[in-house]
């Protein structure tokens, strides 16, 4: 059997539209999740769910199902307590995602089921999607995809500042919880594939990615669904390939691949932040006093490698510490 | 005249169970502009946040353009400026995101920006004079610019009665002249403000009023006064930290349940 023989599998295409689809929820509801800097929010959930995944185990019932009710219900206590707590609301939340990981692994061993049965779950697996888990995480992709899209201006403005939003007259708290039950909802379809432990990657990585180069909120948002996709996807790719050799999870491959192109353009997203700093315009001080530089024998102008400043009607040069503006026949320093 | 702005009555306001506004009367006139000056922890910003719906209060009424706040549904009316939060979240975004958000108020759900929306973004962003900055990331911004923003973004959309909590703060002198010129637009065009202040500075010939605080209490309600009149206990550059002054110490367990606002 070749790589290429490995498309024509029905478990493969099935686990390629799952990851496609999981690549594109997980970003569009993480890129609000970062806005609002609960980065960890989903990793917490993640958690929580892996106690619903047991309880289907236990009942003998679809641990989808479980998982997803449990995950809405873990993220809508996180969800309050961050509301109603003080300052200790992150400390209230590592209380749960323990309570969650402990309780599922526990949990799964009553069901009398090994830690392989539960390893699909932490870490994805490629051949345990069936037909079904497709059509539900289809359905649940277009969910995801049709409120975060549909919603971004109300979103956005709950996630940038609630007082703001309050008193612009939006229910904040039912968009807030509407934030946690749909990032429930993609952590639940990102299950499969990513597996829990690291589906917050999912919504995370590719966020960080694209916000290395974007400047506005609508840019990181596509760009985090185009990277998500092409990690996920190509991660499950990779896997399938490596696994002629060696046994590996979707999951960390995955990750791993989202983390390489974060990797990647960070030094970009370093240069470009780094440029646009030192190219701000210089602000206009009024009287201040005349000084010309020293004898000065560098002609400075537009490719003499110096940046060029805007300073009010002109530029200035910057040198060595210095800004040199052209004055008549010398610099004057500004 | 029942539709004035803000009618405060014998309003007293509790945070984690400590008094902290106790019977203030306010009554602002439609077209005005007041100002609240007062020490640090006496109770401006929370007289704000209480006429805003931020805080409940623990006796007496607020009305906003004579409907008691409880049934007050006309909040696009409202334009409000928070203490200097952060223009800034957790993903880049440009200015003219920043203060399309201050349409929410007035678009309806799943609905694309409409041309109103756009005309009402473009005059906010020329009123506070970053029109030439729309494409900017607001981190790009200075303080003072972003101060600005945040102020374009509560005039976008389009209130009759703008609420400031202390714009000025930490905002250098041109950023203020700016401030003032945004001001001076917005009442000509009779819009209501009321605006608590550290540094009223170029504002001055714009005040109709001027309201203190002191220690929870309106000391004072009448013609305006100078920043150095009003402040005899006053440092002015003793500013709120970030996020706000705690008037309520903070002894909380990670399940502590604290009374909150409107949801």
């Known amino acids: 059997m070749s790589f290429v023989d490995l498309f024509a599998y029905d478990f493969m295409q099935r686990a390629l539209v799952a990851a496609l689809l999981t690549g594109l929820a997980a970003p569009a509801i993480g890129t609000f999740i970062v806005q609002r800097r609960l980065a960890l929010l989903g990793d917490g959930i993640g958690h929580v769910a892996v106690t619903g995944v047991a309880l289907g185990l236990l009942t003998g019932t679809s641990p989808t199902w479980t998982a997803v009710a449990v995950a809405i219900l873990g993220a809508v206590l996180m969800e309050l ?45 490629l051949n345990s999607i069936s037909s079904a888990d497709v059509w539900f995480t289809a359905a649940l992709t277009v969910v995801v995809l049709l409120t975060t899209l549909g919603l971004s201006p109300q979103l956005f403005a709950v996630a940038s500042d609630q007082d703001f939003a309050r008193v612009a007259g939006l229910r904040v708290r039912g968009y807030n919880l509407l934030i946690a039950v749909l990032a429930a909802v993609s952590i639940t379809v990102a299950m499969r594939t990513v597996g829990l432990l690291l589906v917050s990657a999912l919504m995370v990585v590719p966020v960080a990615t694209s916000q290395q180069l974007a400047r506005s909120f609508r840019t990181t948002l596509l760009g985090a669904m185009a990277v998500g996709c092409a990690a996920s996807v190509g991660g499950l790719v990779l896997s399938a390939a490596l696994s002629f050799r060696v046994s590996v999870a979707p999951g960390p491959t ?14 970009l997203g370093v240069w470009l932040r780094r440029r646009s700093r030192l190219m701000a315009p210089f602000p206009e001080v009024t009287a201040a006093p005349h000084r010309s530089a020293d004898q000065h024998a560098h002609q400075h102008g537009e490719d003499c490698g110096h940046p060029a400043v805007p300073h009010g009607d002109h530029v200035d040069y910057v040198h060595d510490g210095h800004r040199h503006a052209v004055h008549g026949e010398h610099y004057d320093e500004h | 005249m029942t539709d004035l702005p803000v009618v405060l009555d014998q309003v007293s306001v509790a945070i984690g169970g400590r008094p902290i506004l106790r019977d203030v009367d306010l009554t602002v006139h439609a077209g005005d502009m007041v100002t609240l000056l007062g020490p640090n922890g006496s109770g401006k910003s929370t007289l704000v946040r209480a006429l ?44 003219r995101e920043v203060v399309a958000s201050g349409r929410v108020g007035r678009r309806r759900l799943l609905r694309p920006t409409s041309a109103a929306d756009r005309r ?70 009779g819009a209501t403000i009321v605006l608590v202040a550290h540094e009223i500075g170029p504002m001055m010939p714009l005040i109709d009023r001027t309201v203190v605080m002191r220690d929870g209490w309106v ?11 009003a402040s005899h206990t006053h440092h002015p550059h003793d500013h709120d930290l970030p996020g706000g002054h705690d008037h309520a110490p903070h002894v909380s367990s990670p399940f502590d349940w604290e009374r909150r606002s409107r949801p």
């Open chain 2, 120 to 189: 009402a973004i473009e005059s906010a962003l020329d009123v506070v004079g970053l029109s030439d900055r729309a494409s900017y990331g607001v981190s790009q911004l200075s303080g003072g610019q972003q101060q600005r923003v945040l102020i374009a973004r509560a005039l976008a959309g389009e209130p009759d009665l703008l609420v400031l909590d202390e714009p000025t703060a930490g905002v250098d002198l041109p950023n203020q002249q700016a401030l003032a010129d945004a001001l001076r637009r917005l009442k000509q065009r």
């Open chain 1, 81 to 125: 307590i961050r509301e109603r707590g003080h300052t200790n609301g992150d400390v209230a939340l590592a209380l749960l995602f323990y309570g969650g990981l402990a309780g599922g692994v526990l949990i799964t061993g009553i069901a009398g089921q090994g830690a392989a049965t539960l390893q699909a779950y932490l870490f994805g697996s």
């Open chain 2, 219 to 229: 000391a004072y309600d009448g013609p305006p006064l100078t920043q150095e009149v």
């Open chain 2, 52 to 95: 805003t719906g931020l805080l409940p209060l623990a006796r007496g009424s607020v009305r906003l353009f004579g409907t008691p706040i409880e049934d007050f549904s006309a909040w696009h009316r409202l334009g409000f400026v928070p203490q200097r939060s952060t223009a800034t979240g957790g993903v880049p975004a440009t200015v």
């Open chain 1, 254 to 267: 995955i990750v791993l691949l989202a983390l390489a192109m974060f990797t990647a353009t960070w030094p």
